[in-house]
């Protein structure tokens, strides 16, 4: 392998990591979204991280009133994860 295919390989590795395609496999931490500076973002992270534990808690921490009542729904019929097709 030349020295730029190695490079690119590597660069490559680090985009994939760095650009959140693998976001599925960290572990929910609510404690994250409390840093969360936007509202609507903080409420989305809540949501998923409400779906990924099941602790409805999370949910209340939801302002935006639709993205609150969709999460307990979600939570309610037992969806594991935001993106539902």
Do not use: W
Request: proline letters at 2%.
């Amino acid at each position: 392998m030349t020295i730029k295919k190695i490079i690119l390989f590597s660069f490559v590795i680090l985009l994939v990591l760095f650009s959140g395609c693998l976001q599925n496999v960290r572990a929910p931490n609510p404690e994250l979204c409390d840093k969360v500076s936007q509202q609507s973002s903080k409420d989305v992270c809540y949501h998923r991280t409400a779906l990924a534990t099941g602790d409805d808690i999370l949910c209340s921490k939801i302002v935006e009133l639709n993205e609150r009542d969709d999460c307990y729904i979600d939570l309610a019929v037992g969806r594991t994860s935001y993106f539902i097709d």
